[in-house]
């Protein structure tokens, strides 16, 4: 007799595999990332960044050095990895958002909030050494892997005109380069200081906001 199998429900042995060797190589990823936070939280962060070696950060994860570098250049590309996973969860939810039709400035307390929440996780010299790697991006490095800040408020930017809530003559990567450029700063000082985390989403927020005020109402007239 001969057995009928719906089609798709059971996966075949390479594709068992395949699926068991990417989940493999996230978790390793993700284990070396956490284990870099935990080796450079100890103490003053700019110490511990500087003594800590690839070596380090791979043992502390349980991996190889081969594993760490099938996944990281070099230790600085943790820290780009941390600000690039930031990065994308912003232009996620402004794409989640423009289906649900999201007016603007609600939709940027919601993005600026996410983002600090995410900032903050981190120890405040990690934003700093970031900052100083190119939290922004380097001029090379704009990739949807990679994607710079500029990007994320580009979509914002271009989100809020297609609505009709900004100006149609606005500059977008004009406007952008501005949010990055305030953004960074606060960040920046946040790092540097003793300010709080809510002190950071507050200010993130009411800078975006103010800046988008500046170009809400149109005047091609």
């Known amino acids: 007799m001969i057995s009928l199998v719906e089609p798709g429900r059971t996966p075949s042995p390479h594709r068992q595999r395949a699926t068991l060797v990417n989940t493999r190589s996230r978790e390793s990823r993700l284990a070396l990332i956490r284990a870099a936070l ?15 070696t690839v070596t380090d950060i791979a043992q502390a994860a349980g991996v190889s050095r081969g594993t760490f570098y099938f996944h990281f250049a070099n230790k600085e590309a943790i820290l780009l990895e941390m600000s690039s996973a930031t990065i994308q969860a912003m232009i996620d939810q402004v794409e989640e958002s423009t289906g649900k039709g999201v ?8 993005v600026m909030a996410s983002m600090a929440r995410r900032v903050v996780r981190a120890p405040k010299g990690a934003a700093l050494r970031a900052g100083s790697l190119g939290f922004t991006g380097r001029a090379d490095d704009g990739t949807l892997a990679n994607p710079r800040l500029s990007v994320a408020f580009d979509a914002l930017i271009r989100y809020g005109k297609e609505r009709g809530e900004l100006s149609a003559r606005i500059d977008v990567e004009e406007v952008a380069a501005m949010l990055t450029a305030v953004t960074m700063e606060a960040i920046i000082r946040w790092g540097a200081g003793d300010r709080s985390a809510s002190w950071l989403s507050q200010t993130l927020q009411e800078r975006v906001a103010i800046i988008l005020r500046g170009i809400s109402h149109p005047d091609d007239g």
């Open 38 to 52: 935990r080796l450079w939280g100890q103490g003053d962060f700019n110490e511990a960044y500087e003594a800590s």
């Open 103 to 110: 007016p603007l400035r609600p939709l940027s307390e919601q």
